[in-house]
């Protein structure tokens, strides 16, 4: 009897002993069953901020009446963009650069006709992004007054940005997460699972582009704009 006793005790422990290992072993595997999704969110927006700079120039042969109409030119500019509503406090009057081509090694054999050359570049930021839209096609009239303007140095004379990106990410992430989730709910339904709880979440990089992603095209050209994210979520599968 104590024999069959001790037997079966020992019985009962392999049994319990391959059972425990086992359950665990496949509540393991369980818990490793993930499918990782992407969601992704857009939202078009507007610039909210403007940065243009107005590059203007003269050339001569006198400093001082060279210096006295980029003083009157800088007037006229300035007078320009107050009667369009800019506040001065938006407008900002660069330094006065100046070039003496006679200096300059290899200067044209004419120099001396145009010797001097200076140029300087009026700032206006402001959050009138589309008061600066329309003064930008109207500033032309300013050349029938004697400014000289100068915009090859930039590439477009206007950067119109977007700073709201804080305010509406968590709104992004919301509609990026939900579509994550209707992504890994399909998945789960044609594997004949369920998605469980998030195992880790990416929330992934926030882009900022042009609207109408035209060819050689920066998006800083453009008033509208879309924001876009791509996150990327690992979800349990039951």
Request: no cysteine; glycine share 6%; aromatic share 10%.
């Amino acid at each position: 009897m104590k024999t069959f006793f001790s037997f079966l005790v020992l019985s009962i422990g392999l049994v319990l002993g391959g059972f425990f290992p086992g359950y665990f072993y496949y509540k393991t595997i369980q818990h490793n069953r993930t499918v990782s999704v992407k969601g992704l969110a857009e939202m078009n927006v507007e610039a909210n901020l403007a940065i243009w700079k107005i590059k203007f120039k003269t050339t001569g042969n006198d400093l001082k009446i060279l210096n006295n109409k980029m003083g009157k030119d800088a007037d006229e500019i300035n007078n320009f963009l107050i009667s369009k509503g800019f506040s001065p406090d938006e407008i900002i009057l660069g330094r006065l650069n100046s070039n003496d081509l006679m200096t300059n090694a290899y200067r044209d054999d004419h120099a001396e006709n145009s010797r001097y050359i200076l140029d300087q570049t009026i700032t206006v930021r402001t959050s009138k992004v589309r008061e600066t839209e329309t003064s930008l096609n109207e500033i032309g009239s300013l050349v029938a007054k004697g400014v000289i303007f100068d915009f090859q140095d930039y590439v477009a004379p206007v950067s119109y940005l977007f700073t709201g990106l804080n305010d509406i990410k968590p709104k992004m992430l919301e509609e990026a997460t939900k579509n994550a989730k209707q992504a890994a709910d399909e998945f789960a339904k044609s594997s004949n699972s369920k998605v469980g709880k998030i195992k880790s979440a990416n929330q992934g990089v926030f882009s900022i582009l042009p609207r109408d992603q035209t060819p050689n095209i920066n998006e800083s050209e453009q008033i509208e704009k879309t924001v876009r994210v791509v996150s990327t979520i690992v979800y349990y599968i039951d």
